[in-house]
């Protein structure tokens, strides 16, 4: 199973949210690059990067921080938050991503998403799923949908999506574990999936856990902020998968 690190950003720095909530910051001294860069050095191959200024606002807004980050170092990087239009796609794959990981376009635009399909190949894209009690969230966390979880991926794998990371809104940055179960339910329901664990992985006991269960790779982010896993515990868990 691959370990995935993660590098959310508001105004170009570090952070991370407790719970989806933006109230519930913690920013980080360490830029961006000088993380990314200790990712890489320590033998990572993926980074997932997410544009929370580009979540809340609709538009994407931190493409100059991924430049830098695909520029310095070889990472093949998902990047993702608020992207909308074509201008904007063109834009973060000229920066740099490997692939695009989107979320709320799924919902508000279905259209526009089955284009870029269409265009750059469903492995080009990486489908967001973020939940609250199993329904889908959108615009960074921030509003609820009735749209089951399920029903949501299943749909889009028919429509060409191959792989996808599920976040439970309310582990992601909580530090109390991985919703097993959910990940469980969706890849017996839709095996054909690739699907990441995305939120609460705190221990090498939960990515064992996820891993069981059959994903094929977890987002990693607060627990190694917070000293919690190192790097060198994550790398050897991976190799070891």
């Not at 980080?28 to 860069?37: C, D, H, K, W």
């Not at 997410?50 to 994407?60: C, I, M, N, P, T």
């Not at 074509?86 to 635009?109: K, L, P, Q």
């Not at 917070?226 to 868990?237: H, R, S």
Request: proline letters at 1%.
């Amino acid at each position: 199973m691959e370990i995935i690190p993660a590098i959310d950003i508001i105004d170009g720095k570090c952070v991370r949210l407790t719970e989806g909530e933006f109230s519930r910051q913690t920013t980080y001294q360490t830029s961006p690059l000088e993380i990314a860069v200790r990712f890489e050095a320590a033998g990572f191959r993926r980074l997932h990067m997410v544009d929370l200024d580009g979540a809340r606002s609709g538009k994407v807004v931190n493409v100059s921080t991924l430049r830098q980050v695909a520029n310095e170092t070889s990472l093949k990087i998902d990047f993702g938050g608020g992207i909308k239009t074509d201008e904007e796609i063109a834009a973060v794959f000229n920066a740099g991503a490997d692939m695009i990981n989107v979320g709320s376009i799924a919902v508000s635009d279905s259209e526009k998403l089955a284009s870029w399909i269409e265009r750059f190949g469903g492995e080009h894209i990486l489908l967001a799923a973020d939940v609250r009690g199993e329904k889908i969230a959108t615009r960074g966390w921030q509003e609820n949908t009735d749209l089951d979880v399920i029903t949501f991926l299943r749909s889009w794998h028919e429509r060409g999506i191959t792989q996808a990371f599920v976040t439970d809104i309310r582990r992601d940055g909580a530090l109390n574990g991985s919703n097993v179960n959910l990940y469980q339910k969706i890849i017996d329901t839709i095996p054909g999936l690739r699907l990441i664990a995305s939120g609460g992985v705190t221990t090498t006991d939960d990515l064992t856990a996820v891993a069981d269960a059959g994903c094929q790779g977890a987002i990693v982010g607060k627990a190694i902020y917070e000293n919690i896993l190192t790097l060198d515990q994550l790398i050897n868990f991976q190799n070891a998968r």
